[in-house]
C-alpha cells in the first residue's frame, strides 16, 4: 500500500512538472511567434492583454469554482501592500515581454537567470544582509554563464539585453519587497493573481493605449490573417493565466530541491524548442555559456537548501529584518516564475 503510495507521488509530481513545463515553454514560445512572425511588435499591448485574462481567469478559479478559498485583505492594505507589489509585478513581466520583441528566446532565459545573482546583490548593498561563501561562490558560474552568453551572442541587441536585465532587477525587487510588503498574507500563486492582476491591468492600460494604440489599429487595418492572429493573441493571455495556476499545482506537489532542478532543466527545453522553432544562430561558444548559467542556477539553488537544512545553533544567513537593524530575506522563490 506505501509503495503505492510513493509511486503515485513520482508520478503526480512529474505530471506537475510536465504540465508546468507545457504552459511556461508554450507561452514563451507564443510571445515570441506572436511578435516575430505576426509582426505584433506591441509588447505593452501583450503584456495588458495577458493581465485582463489572468484577473478574469483568477476571478472564475476563486470566486466561481472555489479552487482555492480567497485570502481576504483589508482595503486600505491592498493600496498600501498590494498596489506597489502589482507595481513591480507589473514591469517585471512589461519587461520580460519587452526583451522577447528583440532578442531570442535562447538569450533572453539566460540573463533570466541572472536573477538569483541581482536578489543576493541587492540585499548586500541595500539592506546589508549577510551571506555565507557558499552562496557567493555559487554566484561565479552563474556570473561568468552570463557574460560568455552575452559576449557570443550572435544576435545580440542592447536593448533587449538590457530590458531582461532590468526584468531581472524588477524579479528581485519583488522576492524581496514580498516578505515586508506582504508580511502576515499567505498568498499563492492563485491569489497573488487575484489581487495583482487587476492593478495590473489599470498600471498598464493607459500606457499602452498611448504608445502603442496608433500602431495596433494600423496592424488591425493591415494585418491579412486578422482572426487566426488575434486568436492567437487571446490564447497566449489564456495560457498565461494557466501557468499561474501550474506554478501552484508544482509547488504543492515537489520539493523545493525538485522545484529549481526542473526549473532550470525547463530553461534548457525552452531554449531548445524556440532554437527547432525559429533557427536563430547559436555559436558553441553561447550554448556553453547558457549551460554553465544553468548549472550555477542548479548549484545555487543546492546550497540554499544545504544551508537551510542545518541544525538549530548552526551560523547560517539571518532571517528577514523587521526594522533597519535586521535584513530582509528572500521570499519563497517558488512563487517568482510567472511569465
Known amino acids: 500500500m506505501e509503495e503505492g503510495l510513493c509511486h503515485w507521488g513520482v508520478i503526480r509530481s512529474l ?25 505584433f511588435k506591441f509588447p505593452l499591448t501583450v503584456s495588458c492583454v495577458h493581465f485582463i485574462c489572468s484577473s478574469i481567469g483568477a476571478y472564475v478559479a476563486i470566486k466561481i469554482m472555489k479552487v482555492k478559498p480567497l485570502i481576504a485583505v483589508d482595503p486600505e492594505d491592498r493600496w498600501k501592500r498590494i498596489f506597489p507589489m502589482s507595481f513591480v509585478f507589473c514591469i517585471n513581466i512589461v519587461l520580460g515581454n519587452v526583451s522577447l520583441r528583440y532578442i531570442p528566446v535562447s538569450f533572453m532565459q539566460t540573463i533570466k537567470s541572472f536573477t538569483p545573482a541581482t536578489t543576493v546583490i541587492l540585499q548586500w548593498l541595500i539592506w546589508r544582509k549577510y551571506f555565507e561563501w557558499r552562496i557567493w561562490a555559487s554566484l561565479v558560474p552563474i556570473v561568468g554563464g552570463i557574460l560568455l552568453t552575452s ?12 530590458a531582461a536585465l532590468f526584468g531581472c532587477l524588477a524579479t528581485s525587487t519583488k522576492t524581496i519587497l514580498a516578505e515586508s510588503l506582504l508580511h502576515g498574507y499567505k498568498f499563492d500563486s492563485i491569489n497573488t493573481v487575484f489581487y495583482m492582476a487587476p492593478f495590473a491591468t489599470a498600471i498598464l492600460a493607459v500606457p499602452a493605449l498611448v504608445l502603442e494604440g496608433p500602431g495596433v489599429i494600423v496592424w488591425l487595418n493591415t494585418h491579412t490573417t486578422l482572426l487566426s492572429s488575434l486568436t492567437i493573441i487571446l490564447s497566449s493571455g489564456v495560457l498565461a493565466f494557466c501557468l499561474n495556476f501550474s506554478i501552484f499545482y508544482v509547488i504543492h506537489s515537489t520539493t523545493a530541491v525538485t522545484f529549481n532542478v526542473a526549473g532550470n532543466l525547463k530553461v534548457a527545453v525552452a531554449v531548445l524548442i524556440s532554437w527547432l522553432i525559429f533557427k536563430n544562430p547559436i ?7 547558457c549551460a554553465v548559467t544553468l548549472a550555477g542556477c542548479t ?41
Open 299 to 339: 548549484f545555487y539553488g543546492y546550497v540554499r537548501h544545504m544551508i537551510s537544512q542545518q541544525p538549530p545553533g548552526t551560523p547560517r544567513t539571518p532571517r528577514t529584518p523587521r526594522n533597519r537593524t535586521e535584513m530582509i530575506p528572500l521570499v519563497n522563490e517558488k512563487l517568482d516564475d510567472k511569465v
Open 283 to 289: 555559436s558553441g561558444m553561447n550554448a556553453l555559456g
Open 15 to 39: 505530471l506537475a512538472i510536465v504540465q508546468w513545463w507545457a504552459f511556461n515553454v508554450t507561452v514563451i514560445i507564443m510571445n515570441k511567434w506572436i511578435f516575430q512572425k505576426l509582426d
Open 151 to 162: 559576449m557570443t551572442e550572435l544576435s545580440f541587441n542592447m536593448f533587449g539585453f538590457l
